[in-house]
Structures are given as C-alpha cells and as structure tokens.
C-alpha cells in the first residue's frame, strides 16, 4: 500500500512538472507571436519545407515508434495513412500560401462611397493540438501543417498512449524547431486537462464525443474557439445493383486499415436484405484475400493495448448475449492482433449498435427500400463519414441531398479524407469546424474585414442634424 501511494505521489508531481513546463513554453509563444504577429510567407514555406524534410529524414524511425506502440502496426499501413498524406499536405499548403494569404477584395456599396473594402487573413496566435492515439502523426501533422500555413505558434499534445511516438516526436521537432514555434507536450490525463484549460487562440481536438465535451467546456472559460473533430458511427450502404465484389472489397479495406481503429472507418453496413448472404461472402473473401492469415503478419495491425482489446471483447460478448450471430472471418486471436468479425441479426439495445466500435467488427443492417437505409441513418446522430456504394447516379443524388454527414464517399471508403483541396470535419455529434487545405488556413487565421476611406467624405453628408434635404434624397434612393 506504501508502495502505491509512493507511485501515485511521485506521478502526480511528475505532472505537476510537466504542467509547469507546458504553462512556461505557452507564455513563450505567446510572447514570440507578439514580437513576430504577421510572419511572411517566404518564413512560413521555409517552416513547412522544414517539417516535410524531417518527416523524409526520420520516416524509418516514426514507422518503427508507431508500430512500437501499436505492438505491431503495418509499416504500409504508416507510410500510406500517416507519412504520405501529411507530406501530400504540407506540398499543397506550400505551393498555395501566398496566394492564400492575399488579401481578398470585397464591394463597398454605392451609399458609402467612396471607399474600398476588403479582408485581410491574420495569424490568431497560439494555437493548441490535442492529438488521439490512432493516428497520432497525420492527425499531428495535419493541423500543424494549417496552423504554421497561417503564421501562428502551436502546442501539440500528444496521446498518453502512444508515448514512443510522441516522445520521438517531441526530440524530432526539438532539433529543427525553437520551442517558442512549435512544443510537444508529453504526458497523462491530468496534463491533457490542464493543456485544454489554456487561454489559447484557437484548440483542435481529435478523439471520442464525450471527451470533446470536456474539451470545449474548458475552452469556454476562455472563450477559445475549437475545431471538434469527433468521430461517430460512419454507415456504408450497399444498394440493390451495385457488384458485391466491387463493394465488399472497398469497405473491407476502409475496415481493416488499422484494425478498424479510424475514425471515418466504416461503422455498420446496410445491405438490402436479399444480398446480406452474399455481401457476407464476398466481404470473407476480400478480407482473407488482404490478410490470409493473422500469426505473424505484418501487415495486420495490432488494438493499440489490452484496455482497448477488452472493450472490443465486451461489444461483441454484450451482442452474442442479446442475440446477435457472430460470423469471425479468422480461428482465434493472435495476441492483439483481433479477428476481423462480422456481426448479424444485430439490435439497437446492442453496445456495438450504440457506441462507436473503432476496431475491427462489423455489423450488418439489413433494408427492404433505400428509403428505409435513409431513415435508419438519420434517426442516429450524423456521423463523420458516409459510404454510398452504387453506380446509379440518381440515386446518388438522394443519398448526398438526403442524409447528413461530414463528408462523403461514393464507391469509396476513408480517400476523401487524404484530399487536400476538400474541407475535413464533422457536423453536430461527430465534431464542428473544418481543416485541411485552404480550410484549414480559414479555421486558423481570424479574417479581418478592413474598410478604408481615404481624404473624401461623402459621409458627412449624412451626418446630424438630420433634418437635410439630402437625406430624403438618400431615402428615396436606397430605402423605398
């Protein structure tokens, strides 16, 4: 009992350090920031071209922390979800910046001539990161990339669990960035609650509903804008005529990308009801086809720890004993490598019906008319993600007029995620505010409408006492 109370005390100083620190270097950025409010766009290319030569230089390294922390975590799977995307951002914000930060002219009306409007795009400040655990260099990189675009200082924490990876990160950035630019912040949930409660200028957080509103309470103290990024239970439907190969094949690889672990994957799939068996077979074949088996592949991502795995068992041992058929597609676990399950017959009284999975189970909902598929998503809370998979165009038309979402896929899963040049968010339950691309220059730069008049004043026309015949020539004009 001493021991643990030894354990709990030295932690809980530990954190107190690290908040102490983290309050330090939030100070220094804001004091940097003051001394430097409107970096050009030459400094910013250079900070941006900085941080894609790191990601190059270090790729083997951030591979290998990331699997370290995963207890396997593809090495393609890194390179595909997490380096390429977050390189592909930082060539297309630096291509763009200056033209991004032009500042835009807007009409001036004939009333108040003459004059000239326009609105110029200004660094907010300093901006914090909370980065999840899933992805926990792109879903790093990714608001940085938007945040250094825009001129501002960031604070980036990291999750508590993936400490190689963040610890790396931390070192990496270190060596090629001032502090006062860019600062990692390490450690547990106290850390994590303490960083949020930060008078920043602007907060992003990844991660669960119900840490996100923790998040934003404690931003609203301090009136801090945030950018929710939040996940939910993304559905894919299968229509009547589209080829269940082609559909099967592309939502099992939006499953099985990370072990299911992402928050765009697939969440459920409505099936007509007269194609679920053959989805079900066609589905067992593309996944067995990707992955033909699970001992020692690596290929085949890891739960990231045990407490997740747990979760994942429970959700599929609360649906067994409510009636749900557990169809697994592989014999028997293989450590944390979890089978990939499919799951039939499933209720809404299910915790894998209620909650977001974020691993590798899928269940199978299925539908008589695509009007019923429609009204089952929207009963729910709007998801994050929505996969349509079929070929008629009008009936893709309904899908994209009919439900909501934060994004779209048709005949694909996750890809529109890795598109630069289109807004990445979520609306109501699964997050507010978008970033990536020019979106997420906008989210981080406050535009500021300017109005300029120069030596004439046409104003004083109007100004007291009223009683002017050319304020009802005025009223003539431009109110009747």
Known sequence: MVADVTYLERNLQH????????????AR?????????????????QWLKSLGQLLVAQQDALIQAVSQDFGNRSA??????ELMPSLHGIHYARRRIKRWMKPSRRSVGLPFMPAAARVIYQPLGVVGVIVPWNYPLFLAM???????AAGNRVMIKMSESTPATAQLLKELLAEVFPEDLIGVVLGEAEVGM?????????????GA???????????????????????????A??????????????????????????????????VPRDRVEGFVAAYRTAVQGFYPQLADNPDYTAIINPRQQQRLEAYLADAEDKGATLLPLYPQAQGRRMPHCLLLNVG??????????????LPVVPYERIEDAFAYINRRPRPLALYYFGYDKREQRRVLHETHSGGVCLNDTLLHVAQDDLPFGGVGPSGMGHYHGHEGFLTFSKAKGVFIKQRLNAARLIYPPYNKAILKLVYQLFVR
Do not use: W
Request: charged share 20%; hydrophobic share 45%; proline share 8%.
């Open 142 to 148: 990714g608001p940085l990339v938007g945040a250094l």
């Open 15 to 26: 954190s107190q350090q690290q908040i102490a620190q983290m309050e330090a270097n939030f």
């Open 237 to 270: 439907i299968v229509s009547a005529d589209v080829p269940l190969q082609d559909a099967a094949e592309r939502i099992a690889f939006g499953k099985t990308l990370n072990a299911g672990q992402t928050c765009v994957a697939p969440d459920y799939v409505l």
């Open 348 to 361: 809404d009284d299910m915790q894998v019906m209620q909650e977001e999975i974020f691993g590798p189970l």
């Open 209 to 235: 509903t119900g840490i996100g509103r923790h998040v934003m309470r404690a931003a609203a103290d301090n009136l801090t804008p945030v950018t929710l990024e939040l996940g939910g239970k993304s559905p």
């Open 76 to 81: 393609d799977e890194t390179l595909l979800a």
């Open 194 to 206: 303490a960083f949020s409660k930060l008078p920043f200028d602007h907060l992003l957080f990844t």
């Open 29 to 45: 950025q804001r004091q940097a920031f003051q001394a430097n409010p409107m970096p050009p766009a030459e400094q910013r290319r």
